[in-house]
């Protein structure tokens, strides 16, 4: 893996020294409304809800997302690569369309509802109890890793090129990603990268995080 300013440890020392911390620390109780996303998360989403005359926001996203979940955290994820991605797809459409049907603003598929599908995702297979041991490593090199300014950032300082060599923007966000082209060809860079180190995709947002924050 390649190191830039930003970056003082390489992935692979990374994750060799605090996987077992990070997937130990997976495992601490947390109250069973905790599904894995944070209200700086759910900001980002107030632009995709009404709101009264005097800018109160009609629904919360949190409450939307977490009514969907219901019917989300029942469905089992897959344990292949092509039955993972087709369980995502389905996900994320399902998410954007319930959105639309309860606060009647289109939340777009690409970046934001695979944000939070992506983070649930994570939550879940972090969580798993020690019994499920083998599922989650399987899982911990299949799943998608959340998209936000962070793992892009490290994208653009290692020369990872966007789709179509457009150059990034100054500021780096989230929004920069406007289709499932776009949002693929990430993972798919996520992945190589994560090939190259030898360590399963949970370590990228862990390792991006960690080491920018």
Not at 33 to 56: C, L, M, P, Q, W
Not at 69 to 80: D, G, H, Q, W
């Amino acid at each position: 893996m390649p190191k830039t300013k930003n970056f003082s440890i390489s992935l692979e020392d990374f994750w060799g020294g605090y996987s077992e911390i990070i997937f130990g620390y997976g495992s601490v109780p947390v109250a069973k409304s905790n599904i894995g996303i944070g209200g700086s998360t759910y900001r980002a989403f107030g632009h995709y809800v009404k709101k009264d005359e005097n800018k109160k926001p009609l629904h919360q996203p949190n409450v939307v997302f977490r009514k969907w979940n219901e019917r989300f955290s029942k469905k089992e994820i897959p344990l292949t690569a092509d039955s993972f991605s087709n369980f995502h797809e389905r996900a994320c459409a399902s998410l954007s369309k319930y959105w639309e049907k309860e606060t009647g603003v289109p939340l777009p598929p690409y970046p934001y509802a695979a944000k939070l599908v992506d983070l649930r995702i994570k939550h879940i297979v972090w969580r798993m109890p020690p019994e499920s041991r083998e599922t989650q490593g399987k899982l911990s090199y299949l799943v998608f890793q959340p998209l936000d300014a962070y793992s892009l950032r490290f994208m653009a300082d290692n020369g990872i090129p966007r789709p179509d060599d457009r150059k990034y923007p100054k500021t780096i966000r989230m929004g920069i990603i406007k289709t499932d082209t776009e949002y693929a060809y990430f993972q798919k860079q996520i992945r190589n990268i994560c090939d190259k180190a030898n360590v399963p995709l949970f370590a990228f947002d862990h390792y991006v995080w960690n080491t920018q924050s």
